[in-house]
Nanobody
Framework: QVRLAESGGGSVQAGGSLRLSCAAS????????MGWFRQAPGKGREGIAS???????NYADSVQGRFTISVDTAKKILYLQMNSLKLEDTAMYYC???????????????????????WGQGTQVTVSS
């Protein structure tokens, strides 16, 4: 069992920055791919970034060049540095972990919720003009 807890969300003006954190605990092991998803009001949850066990990141086109995913393996904390925030980045942000999340992404070119057995509770990010 893996437990995830996000923090760092909040309200920010367009063009600003936030850093999200996701603390992992429990049976984390070293083989889990971890990623960030978000869900905007009225929309489904979408994957935006992941980091594989070898440290290689992948990003959705919508956040490429603005967001950076990283992990502190010693502290078991996943981060998402978000810069140049836009109104359309407003959403609930979730971190997720799964053995097959990154392999599936490499094979399919997209993330799938079905590959994420472990989710955090989410943290709200609101970007205003």
């Amino acid at each position: 069992q893996v437990r995830l807890a996000e923090s760092g969300g909040g309200s920010v003006q367009a063009g600003g920055s936030l850093r999200l954190s996701c603390a992992a605990s429990g049976d984390t092991g070293s083989n889990y791919c971890m990623g960030w998803f978000r869900q905007a009001p009225g929309k489904g949850r979408e994957g935006i970034a992941s980091i594989d066990t070898d440290g290689s990141p992948n990003y959705a086109d919508s956040v490429q060049g603005r967001f950076t995913i990283s992990v502190d393996t010693a502290k078991k904390i996943l981060y998402l540095q978000m810069n140049s925030l836009k109104l359309e980045d407003t959403a609930m942000y979730y971190c997720g972990a799964g053995l097959f999340l990154c392999p599936a992404m490499r094979a399919l070119g997209r993330w799938r919720e079905k590959d994420v057995p472990y989710w955090g509770q989410g943290t709200q990010v609101t970007v205003s003009s």
